[in-house]
């Protein structure tokens, strides 16, 4: 006879999360980090009761926005490779769609997130309810159905034994390498109160470790001969080298093959920087040193990466004709994009699969040797780059200087959209593996306060520096309050170009005027004179205004010492960026228009398209 215990929905999904486990390193931890919780009238009787139940096993926090939430817990799989998540769980109406751009930052970084948004009831007696969006033509719409495209899973739990199938299919998804990304489950008010006789057995804790999965024999056999045909390979290194732990493979793998390797944003510190034949950030926001191999290359080794456009440099970089891909990756979705040779496997296993059947096989020294005089020269023009200054308002480059000296690599370095990303994809010098993180799949403004947040949740041993500029700041800034209250300090450095500066100089060079990205260029009666380090000292951290390199150096010391969240403030300037490095991106400009501006920058457009590989 099966034994069974009486509980409503919410008090058993709660409890099957809290008995979800896995191991790192030897160590049993719980799956589940802890449930990010906004509550309102439509999770707040259910879920709400069920959590405090819970308290003590799966630990809730409370957040100041939705979207904000959703992007710490994002944040804190991330820091974690994958092998730990959070839930997050609101209302229904506002609350749920609050959830949809963190969760197409999941879907896009293929980042684990359980997402656990109210619904309207199941019985539809009270129809309308507040906050309901009604279909006038389905009846089983409601506001939880835009998560459908930007979940890896979607479930609407409209009875209460549902979640008997719902929640183990959740967690295959969740910790599955090849489906990994967000899921939704849609918990129907009146469902979540509602009582069922689960089986105990259901409640059994249950241990989730990665697959690794090996490759195929004649895929390993087709890549293997492309590489040992190869005068000048070259690896690519995505997230997915990452997340499967792949770092001390591919060292060796690239010091025994003498194959140099370059890093997407997902990938970057996937090897330290000042790895031998690492060189650096490939592609649109690349070193000259790993763009001028790209070009060269006549095979290349993509380990764990989607292969977009800011790598490829819309597929312009790679310029050699007879050039063979080679997709390793778990994913054959992305194995096989661009004509690539699909090597399906996990990222360690596949490196040492390969590695093996090589048989000591080694690139052309010559091509080793150009490679380190590559990394050589680069290395001196991003010292140049980076050099302080007493310039009244530095460059972004400048600024990351000042930080790279003042707080060293062995920090975990944060970040996510605007102007700073792909400065620091070929500026930053990355320490271990993980001291970079990086969101650039989705670029989500608004990540990365939120984002420090749930990785500082990860990885508390660490010091966590989030760099963020000013437009993303007042996009979402109120989770430095919620660091405050947790104790979890950060630190915070804010570049303040009065604008979207990025976009500014983007607009520029396709012709366009300034025009609605800096304050200045905007419409207003009055420009407002926004006072960064009140506002951030207002939510409770200690802020500070550096009016120099030097005094930001100095503040940033003294940043370290401090045990609250800290925000340093620095003016810097909109219009520069750095000229050396990076590659063509397609941008598409107008075919007509009234300004020579344009025409001349649609005519160098035109001339650009002509270096993409159609079809490759």
Request: aromatic fraction near 6%; include cysteine; charge should be negative.
């Amino acid at each position: 006879m099966t034994c069974t215990i009486r509980l409503t929905m919410a008090q058993a999904l709660t409890r099957y999360m809290a008995a979800q486990m896995t191991e790192i390193d030897g160590e049993r931890l719980p799956l589940l980090g802890g449930v990010w919780a906004i509550f309102g009238h439509g999770n707040v009787a259910g879920i709400g009761e069920a959590l405090w139940q819970e308290r003590e096993r799966l630990p809730t926090f409370r957040a100041h926005n939705e979207q904000a939430m959703a992007h710490a817990a994002i944040a804190y799989a991330k820091a974690n490779m994958r092998r730990r998540f959070m839930a997050a769980t609101t209302s229904i109406g506002p609350g749920a769609t609050n959830l949809v751009t963190a969760a197409a930052l999941a879907h896009v970084n293929r980042l684990p997130v359980l997402l656990l948004p109210g619904d309207v009831f199941a019985s539809r007696i009270p129809d309308p309810v507040l906050q309901q969006v009604e279909g006038f033509s389905d009846g089983t719409v409601s506001a939880n159905d835009c998560f459908r495209p930007v979940s890896r899973y979607f479930d609407r739990i409209t009875r209460p034994e549902q979640i008997i199938a719902a929640l183990p299919r959740a967690m295959q998804v969740l910790t599955d390498p090849a489906e990994c990304g967000p899921v939704t489950l849609a918990l129907c008010q009146d469902v979540q109160a509602q009582a069922y006789d689960y089986p105990e057995s259901f409640f059994a804790e249950r241990l989730w470790t990665p697959r690794r999965p090996r490759s195929d024999r004649a895929e390993l056999n087709a890549a293997a001969q492309a590489l040992k045909a190869s005068k000048k390979p070259l690896i690519i290194a995505g997230g997915g080298a990452l997340y499967s732990g792949a770092s001390a493979d591919l060292a060796r793998f690239c010091a025994a093959t003498g194959t140099p390797v370059c890093e997407t944003q997902g990938g970057k510190s996937s090897l330290p920087d000042d790895e031998a034949l690492n060189m650096g950030a490939v592609g649109v926001t690349g070193t000259a040193a790993a763009n001028r191999l790209a070009a060269e290359a006549d095979c290349i080794l993509a380990i764990g990466t989607r292969l977009q456009d800011f790598t490829t440099g819309s597929w312009a970089l790679f310029g050699a004709q007879d050039k063979t891909i080679i997709g390793l990756n778990t994913q054959p979705f992305d194995a096989g994009k661009h004509r690539a040779l699909p090597l399906v496997a996990d990222a360690r296993e596949g490196l040492a699969e390969l590695a093996e059947a090589l048989g000591g096989w080694t690139a052309p020294e010559s091509w080793t040797d150009h490679a380190r005089t590559g990394k050589a020269d680069w290395r001196k023009a991003a010292d140049e780059t980076t050099a302080a200054t007493n310039a009244a308002l530095p460059s972004d480059a400048q600024v990351i200087g000042a930080v790279q000296r003042a707080m060293g690599s062995d920090i975990v370095l944060l970040h996510a959209a605007g102007g700073l990303p792909g400065e620091l994809h070929k500026l930053w010098r990355a320490g271990p593996p993980g001291s970079y993180h990086a969101e650039y799949g989705f670029s989500c403004m608004g990540y990365e306060i939120a984002g420090g947040l749930g990785a500082k949740m990860a990885r508390p041993d660490r010091e966590i520096v989030v760099m963020v500029g000013d437009g993303s700041y007042l996009m979402m800034n109120s989770e430095i309050a919620t660091s405050v209250m947790l104790g979890l300090k950060l630190t915070i450095v804010l570049l303040d170009n009065r604008g979207f500066g990025c976009i500014n100089r983007l607009q520029n060079a396709t012709g366009g005027e300034s025009f609605n990205n800096l304050l200045k260029d905007a419409r207003h009666e009055t420009l407002p004179q926004i006072d960064f380090v009140q506002h951030a000292a207002s939510l409770g951290a200690i802020a500070m205004k550096a009016a120099s390199i030097a005094e930001l150096e100095a503040a940033l010391a003294q940043a370290k010492a401090n045990t609250r969240t800290t925000v340093v403030v620095i003016d810097t300037d909109p219009l520069v960026s750095t000229s050396v490095g990076g590659a063509w991106w397609d941008v598409a400009v107008p075919e007509v228009s009234e300004r020579a501006e344009v025409r001349a920058a649609r005519a160098d457009y035109d001339e650009r398209r002509k270096g993409q590989r159609v079809g490759e």
